[in-house]
């Protein structure tokens, strides 16, 4: 059974920084790549990285620059660096693997809000 379990969000000021963790297991997950997508209140969810096989990353326009997603396949983890945070990045961030890869499959979320 595939199960991805993100950690790591929690309360930061602006200009903060935070690093969310999702830990796959059940799957092989050198094999697959991954994403982060994120989901404000009262908006769509958006993908904000993904991340290949090859560790080839892409990101959304709006946090190019401050956020690197990175993964450690000895941990079947997937990170994302989060830095200079700003209030509209508040928002649930959650794992989830690309259906391009076979089933799609998604975390239950971690919630990141960005407050002074």
């Known amino acids: 059974q595939v199960q991805l379990v993100e950690s790591g969000g929690g309360l930061v000021q602006p200009g903060g920084s935070l690093r969310l963790s999702c830990i796959a297991s059940?799957?092989?997950?050198?094999?697959?790549?991954m994403a982060w997508y994120r989901q404000a209140p009262g908006k769509e969810r958006e993908l904000v990285a993904r991340i290949s096989v090859t560790s080839w990353a892409m990101y959304a326009d709006s946090v190019k620059g401050r956020f690197t997603i990175s993964r450690d396949n000895a941990k079947n983890t997937v990170y994302l660096q989060m830095n200079s945070l700003k209030p509209e990045d508040t928002a649930v961030y959650y794992c989830?693997?690309?259906?391009?890869?076979?089933?799609?499959?998604w975390g239950t979320g971690t919630l990141v809000t960005v407050s002074s």
């Open positions: 059940g799957m092989l997950f050198s094999a697959t790549g």
């Open positions: 989830n693997r690309p259906s391009n890869y076979g089933t799609e499959y």
